[in-house]
């Protein structure tokens, strides 16, 4: 009987224990993620080498080393075995996405993965909600731009359930559309609406006059004495010359002093003074 229980206690041991095994590896499930390796370069680029990870995993790595965010819809699962090197985020996200069947779609600064049919069925919605969105009109008042001119822009980007229109004479725009597009419609008028860079060119014509009494700069009083040799000039008449017992035809008056100077000429007596005039 103690026999019979001890091999009924050997065969349980054996049953029990990989049970227990299981459920120890099943605690070890996230350490799946941590097998996968991922780097980043000091440009930003990322390196991945995953095999068998989760794609939920996969996401949350890059979003982590990029620091985006990524969300994935509820129908995006399966495993992913992929290895890249230094490639940038957003082509690692694109190739993983074309690799593995799904599509993305950026909200704003999040990211979000889905299934084509799920992107798909999101579109549509939107477009219908948008074809029951009430639509209102504003009007825009134009400073700068030429109304004629902007509309041509608007008329690009508004729905299309909405009109662009425009008064010449007052130079205003009369948009209607829904909420979200006038608010678009808004931002680009008033990139638009803005003065057209100029040149000023400017031509100053100065007429000046030159005169005695128009002087320019300081007067230094700067005098330049030239010296030299004296000399004899008893002009006209040379002493001890035959002329000087010329006879003159007629009267001639008598000398002053104003007529003849007689003397001796210096070059101590010759000054000059440099001036600058305007």
């Known amino acids: ?40 370069s000091e440009d930003g680029n990322v390196s991945l080498d995953f095999r068998d990870v989760e794609i939920r995993s996969v996401f ?9 965010n990524i969300v994935a819809s509820p129908d995006v699962s399966g495993l992913v075995t992929i290895q890249l090197k230094d490639v940038p ?31 798909q069925a999101r579109r549509a919605a939107e477009l219908d909600l948008s074809s029951q969105e009430p ?31 425009f008064d010449e004479r007052t130079n ?29 060119i400017e031509t100053k014509i100065v007429d000046t006059t030159f005169n005695d009494t128009n002087k320019f700069g300081i007067d230094w009083t700067i005098k330049a004495s030239i010296s ?9 008449f040379k002493v001890g010359s035959s002329s000087t017992n010329k006879t003159f035809a007629g009267p001639v008056a008598a000398p002053t002093s104003s007529d003849f100077t007689f003397g001796t000429l210096s ?3 010759a000054q000059a003074v440099f001036e600058a005039i305007k």
Do not use: C, H
């Open 1 to 40: 009987m103690f026999k019979k229980m001890l091999y009924l206690w050997v065969i349980g041991s054996f049953v029990v224990t990989p049970v227990f095994a299981q459920e120890e590896s099943g605690s070890d499930i996230p350490e799946v993620v941590s097998q996968a390796t991922s780097e980043v």
């Open 60 to 68: 949350e790595i890059l979003s982590f080393k990029s620091g985006v």
């Open 89 to 119: 985020w957003q082509q690692a996200l694109e190739v993983i996405l074309q690799t593995y069947g799904y599509v993305s779609d950026k909200k704003g600064n999040i990211i979000v993965v889905s299934t084509v049919e799920d992107l």
């Open 135 to 165: 639509l209102s009109t504003q009007t825009f008042d134009l400073n700068f731009a030429k109304a004629a001119d902007v509309v041509v822009s608007i008329a690009k980007i508004k729905s299309d359930r909405g009109t662009v229109d």
């Open 172 to 200: 205003i725009i009369i948009v209607t559309d829904t909420e979200k597009q006038i608010e678009l419609i808004t931002r680009v008028i008033g990139d638009l609406d803005t003065t057209t860079p100029q040149v000023l």
């Open 228 to 236: 030299g040799a004296s000399r004899s000039i008893t002009a006209p």
């Open 267 to 269: 070059f101590s007596g």
